[in-house]
């Protein structure tokens, strides 16, 4: 009887011991979004970062940082990630992308609603390591908004995405307050942008009157040398414009403007260095004049 008690005892402590825990969802939360894989819809309270922000100046030194800051996600070739506002008063959000050096070919969309994608873009990269992706979306309180980001390479392709919420109506990290000179480019219009070696980054910000905005940037490097491509939409130039950063290392860069739309439908360009080497001459003796409006 013993013995009988004994192992009566044993099996019941062993039992307590090799109970599961219950299993729990856990979700990546950075800056009041939430992320979840495919359509999967979930509710979350918005959570801010922990971290303070790189105050560096320039989208280089920020979207170094940001991996460091953030957790990126893995979206692998064929995946959807998406991204839901928890917090209502975001108004913007700012998108970075990138791989180890292999190319990048991605969709970002902006959801509102069912079936209502008031924004979208499709994004090319030549080298995601050396060159990536910095966007800022405007995402107006006027309902439920998500981010949705779609790999669209192979599965040999990964990505790696951040998504930030700017909760404030501060410039997002690492763009510019108050852009250059702006140039109206007409409905199958192209407009093209040299700068010298000593620019570093450029940001590119593409707006109209309130009319649907649809456009193709290029930053180019070489004759038709495609090193970026974005092609862009927008239902409201003026509400949701195109407001990206391009990381120009080398010589010979370029960026391509084509306003796609008719000529009913006009869109204002600024193109501003950002981030110049005053160190760095343009090959003809000058260091200032860093950026040329054609």
Request: with cysteine; hydrophobic share 35%.
């Amino acid at each position: 009887m013993k013995f009988s008690s004994t192992i009566l005892g044993l099996c019941t402590c062993g039992a307590s011991a090799f109970t599961h825990p219950p299993l729990t969802r856990t979700f990546q939360v950075q800056s009041g979004l939430s992320s979840v894989p495919g359509n999967q819809a979930y509710s979350f309270s918005p959570v801010q970062s922990s971290g303070e922000k790189d105050n560096s100046p320039g989208p280089l030194g920020r979207g170094r940082s940001v991996w460091d800051e953030l957790t990126p996600i893995t979206v692998q070739g064929g995946a959807l990630r998406t991204w839901s506002l928890a917090d209502p008063y975001v108004e913007k959000v700012q998108v970075f992308m990138r791989t180890d050096g292999r190319p990048l070919n991605a969709n970002v969309e902006l959801w509102q609603g069912p079936d209502n994608t008031p924004q979208k873009m499709s994004v090319y990269l030549e080298d995601g390591d050396m060159r990536p992706f910095n966007a800022v979306i405007e995402t107006p309180s006027d309902g439920s908004n998500t981010v949705a980001i779609r790999n669209t390479h192979s599965i040999e392709f990964p990505l790696s995405a951040c998504v930030e919420a700017e909760v404030d109506n501060a410039i997002a990290n690492g763009m510019l307050s108050n852009t250059g000179e702006t140039k109206l480019v007409q409905g199958g219009a192209i407009f093209t942008t040299p700068f010298s070696p000593s620019v570093g980054s450029v940001q590119v910000i593409l707006t109209t009157d309130g009319r649907p905005l649809n456009a193709r940037v290029e930053l180019l490097q070489g004759p038709n040398n495609n090193k970026q491509v974005i092609e862009f939409y927008s239902e409201d130039g003026q509400i949701r414009p195109l407001n990206v950063v391009f990381e120009t290392p080398g010589v010979g860069n370029v960026v391509r403007i084509c306003n796609t739309a008719t000529v009913e439908f006009p869109l204002t360009a600024s193109v501003t260095p950002v981030m110049v080497d005053e160190f760095i001459s343009d090959g003809m003796g000058s260091r200032n004049n860093a950026f040329i409006m054609s």
